[in-house]
């Protein structure tokens, strides 16, 4: 069992940024492919960016593409997604997810078995 920690939401202006991280209890963080995926109020949980285990192959939304940023410090079982130039309508509950896919360097956007609690993030306009 993987448990994963999210950190670094919060209330941010238009226009800022923020840093999320994913702290994850696993010695074989590695192996996992991770994503990051949010739900707005009302809405349905989205995809919003994925990272390889190798951390050589990123996936991105659409609506992120550009001002979002994901990477993975292997060493510390850690992944972020930097998030700049913040929109009004990126204002959810930022979720992380696992998924072991060690035997293939992908980013996938979706099968993910293990999730974190999530963490909210709200821009200002």
């Known amino acids: 069992q993987v448990q994963l920690v999210e950190s670094g939401g919060g209330l941010v202006q238009a226009g800022g940024s923020l840093r999320l991280s994913c702290a994850a209890s696993t010695r074989t963080f590695s192996s996992y492919a991770m994503g990051w995926f949010r739900q707005a109020p009302g809405k349905e949980r989205e995809f919003a960016a994925a990272?390889?285990?190798?951390?050589?192959?990123?996936c991105y939304a659409d609506s992120v593409k550009g001002r979002f940023t994901i990477s993975r410090d292997n060493a510390k079982n850690t992944v972020y997604l930097q998030m700049n130039s913040l929109k009004p309508e990126d204002t959810a509950v930022y979720y992380c997810a696992g998924r072991l896919n060690y035997y293939r360097d992908s980013a996938p956007i979706r099968g993910y078995d293990y999730w974190g609690q999530g963490t909210p993030v709200t821009v200002s306009s």
């Open positions: 990272i390889s285990w190798s951390g050589g192959n990123t």
